[in-house]
Each structure stands twice: as C-alpha cells, then as structure tokens.
C-alpha cells in the first residue's frame, strides 16, 4: 500500500504527491489531475529529512532536530548557552553589504532574493556551507534558526526554497 508523504499543489487542479510503499523504497512522484491518477517518473531521489525554519526567540523543541543558526550576527538578548544551537552557520548568511541594502524592506525583497541566490549559487564559501547543510539533511531532522521580526521577507525564506528545490535536483 503506498503511503502518502507529500504533496506539492502545482494549481489548476495539478497536485505532485510524493509517496513510499515502504521506508527502504526509492520515493514514486505521481501527479494528480482532478481525481485521475498518473504515474510521471519513477526515481531514486536524495532521502533528506525535513526542513523547518523557526526564529530564535520560540525556544527548543525535540522535534526540531539540528538546529543551524544561519544569521552572520548573533541574536540579541540570546546565551549561547542558553540558545540551543548545534551550529551557527554565518558563511551561508547574506553578505554584510547585501544585508544592510535590503535592510529587511519588503518592498526590495525581489530583488534581494535574486541576489542572494547569486550568491549561494557562486560564492565558495557559501558553496561549502551548502554542502555541509545538505549533509546534515541527510542524516536528519534540520531547523533553520533566525532572529528576525518578520518571517516571510528574510534570507531564511530564500534558503529553505533553494534547499526544497535542491532537493528535487
């Protein structure tokens, strides 16, 4: 019996459903259209654990698994006793420049979205970071943990997309 362990909706009625009929079987994507069913490819995909971000500030939970601080500054008013941190990956945060030109405006997020995949996608260094966060999804649960206020205009949107979507690669 298959089971269900995601699903991606592709809209106009299109949803990717990723299912295993056992824990040691290659995943199957078969997309539904309306309530047919096809199968559209049949491959070994990167076994990753899932990835969550969560800020800072909401604690430890065991169900976040490896906790990777990707902020360049430490949080404020946090310990790093008290944080909770496995490892605090400033390489794979943006550049102190492209930092302080999107200062967390909205309306520039666009832009800053496209420049900081630049990065990601041409920087060795955080090239390096990548592969170590691709390691670590590999071997579990990872969170992405942040500090800033607004939890949909910040680089941790950006780099959980880019992981999702270096996953189906």
């Known amino acids: 019996m298959a089971q269900a362990v995601g699903n991606l909706c592709l809209g106009f009625g299109y949803v990717l ?20 069913w096809k199968m559209i490819r049949k491959e070994r995909v990167r076994n990753l654990y899932s990835l969550k971000m969560k800020r800072i500030y909401e604690g430890i939970a065991p169900e976040d698994g490896f906790r990777i601080l990707v902020d360049r500054l430490w949080p404020r008013g946090i310990k790093k006793e008290n944080a909770g941190v496995d490892l605090w990956l400033k390489d794979i945060a943006p550049s ?23 990065e990601l996608e041409t920087e060795p260094v955080k090239q390096k970071a990548v592969r ?18 607004d939890p949909v205009h910040n680089h941790v949107v950006v780099l959980r997309d880019y992981f999702l979507d270096k996953n189906h690669e």
């Open 17 to 36: 459903k990723k299912v295993r009929r056992s824990h040691t079987e290659d995943a199957l994507f078969i997309l539904t259209i309306g309530c047919g």
């Open 96 to 118: 102190p420049e492209l930092r302080k030109w999107f200062c967390h405006d909205p309306e520039k997020f666009e832009d800053f979205k496209v420049r900081y995949l630049e």
């Open 132 to 149: 170590s966060v691709l390691q670590k999804l590999e071997e579990g649960d990872v969170t992405f943990v942040y500090a800033a206020k």
